[in-house]
């Protein structure tokens, strides 16, 4: 019979001991099973949620439709699928094939986009007398010279004397001018970008000297976030000297927030648990880092980063620092490794993009760098350039680290081809390596 406690009113039940226990027992065990069905509900909710902001659409790789030039190859590269590391680490590793690019580089991307956005801003006008510079240590300067020529303007590029060979060669066959100077620190007036932007003042200024009438007076701009180098401002003039900044000039991450990221989302349906890549100048990650993180806050973005470069230990420690430039122990150049192109020991504007947005960071040596670039060849038939291998060894840590085993999804960025690294890794690999 059912015989109600009143504590208020000093009623009690005589079954009130045994009944409280059989109460307790049943709101215990509803209790707990709620809460393991709420939670099994919110992450098949959180699972099942289709991508905000995302109409999904077929996977497209490259086009079967006749393209616009040699600009409209680029983008839209294979994802591949790193089968001797995915089988190893029961993972999905998946490397975006930016060497596919026709310039061969994942900075083709940025090339154009760099040249797209001067134009709209009226910078630069096609087949001009304008002229584009820029700083690089070879790639970025490679995929400028090739979008230039189809776009109708010349270039300059200044280099440090010790990239890869290959590269000087690459940009002197594709027309371009090319200078040459020491390495050196970004507060030295000599280092590759400073002479640029010198370069691209002088352009102007030379051309003033010799005479050229006014209406062909030119002028030297810069790309939309440095206006300070913007010298003799002078409307309706043909010749302008463009420095195009990849390092502080945020189309650069604009090409990867709007083209990388959203293809890298598109080709794995949105199945991305980790983003890992070097940085130098920080476009890669900052941009498709941001879009994916749009897409799913979970998706980490993770720093492969090289020896002699500061960004690990600012992602780690919040210092920009690396042992091999603190005093007495400081090699002749700064980031002195085989890794070409990612590293970096300065913030730029695209690199603050990104530090807000970066999870984990490795650091990756020469050593393991060009041991992963062989192990590549040898099992997969892959010949990436050194930072692409650096991607995929810190790739191999982040899973170790994390223990992952289930068919997680990595995916990384493989920026350029080892053949433009051949004179640098084959030195590396007959004296360390052997
Ligand atoms: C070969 C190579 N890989 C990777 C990168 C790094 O890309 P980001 O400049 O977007 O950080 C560069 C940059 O110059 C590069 O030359």
Known sequence: MWWPDWPILGIRSPFSHSRNFFVG????????????????????????????????????????????????????????????????????????????????????????????????????????????????????????????????????????????????????????????????????????????????????????????????????????????????PKEHSDSKGFFADQFENTSNYDAHFDGTGPELWRQTNGHIDAFVSGAGTGGTIAGVGQFLKTMDENVKVVLADPEGSGLFNKVKYGVMFDPKESEGTKRRHQVDTVVEGIGINRLTKNMELALPIIDDAFRVSDVEAVAMSRYLVMKDGLFVGSSSACNLFACIKLVKKLGLHNGETIVTILCDSGNRHYSKVRFFIVFFLH
């Open 25 to 232: 027992l049943f709101l215990g065990f509803s209790l707990s099973f709620s809460s393991v069905a709420v939670k099994q509900l919110y992450n098949l909710i959180k699972r099942e949620k289709p991508p905000p902001l995302f109409n999904p659409r077929p996977i497209e790789l490259r086009s079967d439709e006749i393209v616009r030039g040699v600009v409209g190859l680029i983008g839209n590269t294979p994802l591949i699928r790193i089968t001797s590391l995915s089988d190893a680490l029961g993972v999905e590793i998946l490397g975006k094939a930016e060497f596919l690019n026709p310039g061969g580089s994942v900075k083709d991307r940025v090339a154009l986009r760099m040249i797209d956005d001067a134009e709209r801003q009226g910078l630069i006008r096609p087949n001009s007398e304008s002229r584009i510079f820029e700083g690089t240590v070879g790639s970025t300067g490679i995929s400028i010279a090739t979008v230039a020529r189809a776009r109708g303007y010349a270039t300059t590029i200044i280099i440090p004397d010790d990239v890869a060979e290959e590269k000087a060669k690459a940009l002197i066959a594709l027309g371009s001018q090319v200078e040459r100077v020491r390495p050196a620190s970004i507060v030295d007036k000599k280092q590759f970008v400073n002479v640029a932007k010198l370069r691209a003042s002088e352009y102007g200024r030379s051309d003033l000297v010799t005479g050229a009438g006014p209406s062909t007076v030119p002028q030297t701009v810069a790309s939309q976030s440095d206006a300070t180098t913007h010298v003799h």
